[in-house]
């Protein structure tokens, strides 16, 4: 039997585990025991978890705040599956990865030089931008330049009262800037601890939950005062299953998470059912989920990319990256036509410095991996202010984005900005 769970080294992002998620309608879900039940049927198991038993190292069959099933079909059931009318959708889990890249190429650097000319010839005859594209930031000793962009680093709120979840390969517990921290965490990854090897997870939260003043360096850290969920669904390896991930954010929603980060995804181009289905129940719970929307693209070749999975459902919040000069990435992927599909939002991913386990402490890389905890802190401080929740919140942060003279279908509403004073 395949492990949903279990990190699979080499396995690339797209990859089927040989299971499948149901996605149940809505009167099946009316009625717990009803749900448990029909799962059991349709699936043929003698024994149906669920999440709502939170048996801890048992992973559910079904995801009850979700409306989601998980499960091996032969052929034969699985036209069954299909044809039955309480299911709305059935599609594989796959293999999903981490958003991040490891630096600037050669032809990225190339191509930059181009398109900054570009982008100020653009702004120059651009009469509605609020900046213009020649606008540029960069770290200080005191602040990173994503913060500054934003206004994250003058803002007057801390995140306190807030509680965000950053779903990733999980946080070196034992870093020091995170002493002291409010921080609850949990693996999904069997056979492997919340400690981040990897460091892409320690990285994210770092910049949506980072300190106000770290042990060294420069503040790079938005939401100081938030409580942080931690889970861990993303095996060291830098990879995870739907199962894995799908579980995480029924964590994250049962544990009060007013907001959850995702920088994970697969490329793509066609909207899971499982995760709108996820994402549009998270909103109803008052919870918004941000993910990142993907580094397929090379624009510096003419490739923008899309949208992939999970940020193209309509319900989860997609984010690009911008850089230091509030220029769309080479990397970021563009909107596709898939409903959904679109850009929500951007946020700071190129050169980013952030937390990493020890002893490095502290990194800079890039990838839409880095704007999304921009995007997913400036929430928490959102929320904080108004008191918004799930839809409110994301429109308050579409609201307040800072335009940019480039297109919507790379940047969205613009560059995320966090309340003023």
């Known amino acids: 039997m395949v492990d949903p769970h279990a990190a699979v080294p080499g396995r690339t992002a797209g990859t089927l585990t040989g299971r499948y998620l149901l996605v149940l309608s809505d009167e099946l879900l009316a009625d717990h025991d009803t749900a448990r039940s029909a799962v059991a049927e349709l699936t043929g198991l003698s024994e149906v978890t669920s999440s709502r038993d939170d048996t801890p190292g048992v992973h559910p069959t079904l995801f009850a705040r979700l409306g989601v099933a998980v499960a091996e079909l032969d052929p034969a059931r699985l036209r069954t599956v299909r044809a039955d009318r309480r299911v709305l959708s059935v599609e594989p889990e796959r293999v999903l990865r981490a958003l991040s890249r490891p630096g600037l190429s050669a032809d990225y650097l190339r191509g930059f030089a181009d398109a900054a000319g570009f982008l100020a010839e653009r702004a120059a005859a651009s009469e509605t931008a609020d900046a213009p594209a020649a606008a540029r930031f960069a770290d200080n000793d005191q602040v990173t330049w994503g913060l500054q962009a934003t206004g994250a680093d003058v803002a007057a709120e801390t995140g306190a009262g807030i509680t965000v979840a950053v779903l990733d390969t999980g946080l070196d517990l034992g870093h020091p800037d995170f002493a002291g921290r409010q921080i609850e965490s949990r693996s999904f990854v069997d056979g492997q601890e919340v400690a981040d090897v990897q460091g892409h997870g320690t990285h994210c939260i770092g910049t949506s939950c980072g300190p106000l003043a770290p042990g060294s360096g420069r503040r790079y850290g938005i939401a100081h005062e938030a409580r942080i969920l931690v889970g861990k669904v993303l095996g060291d390896d830098g990879s995870g299953?739907?199962?894995?991930?799908?579980?995480?954010?029924?964590?994250?929603?049962?544990?009060?998470?007013?907001?959850?980060?995702m920088s994970l995804g697969a490329d793509l181009d066609e909207v899971s059912a499982a995760y709108e289905n996820a994402g549009r129940r998270a909103l109803d719970a008052g919870t918004l989920i941000v993910a990142a929307a993907g580094n397929n693209a090379e624009r510096s070749t003419g490739n923008v990319g899309f949208v992939g999975v999970p940020a193209n459902s309509p319900s989860i919040m997609a984010v690009a990256a911008v850089d230091a000069a509030l220029a769309i990435a080479d990397f970021s992927a563009a909107s596709s036509a898939v409903e959904g599909g679109q850009i929500d939002i951007a946020g700071p991913g190129v050169d980013v410095y952030s937390s990493w386990p020890m002893p490095q402490r502290t990194n800079t890389i890039s990838g839409t991996s880095m704007a999304t905890p921009h995007v997913s802190g400036i929430a928490a401080l959102w929320s904080q202010r108004t008191g918004a929740r799930g839809r409110d919140l994301w429109t308050q942060l579409t609201q307040a984005a800072q335009r940019l003279p480039l297109p919507s279908g790379d940047v969205g509403a613009g560059l995320v900005r966090a309340p003023g004073r």
């Open 241 to 261: 299953t739907d199962a894995g991930i799908l579980e995480g954010i029924e964590w994250a929603i049962s544990s009060g998470a007013q907001v959850v980060s």
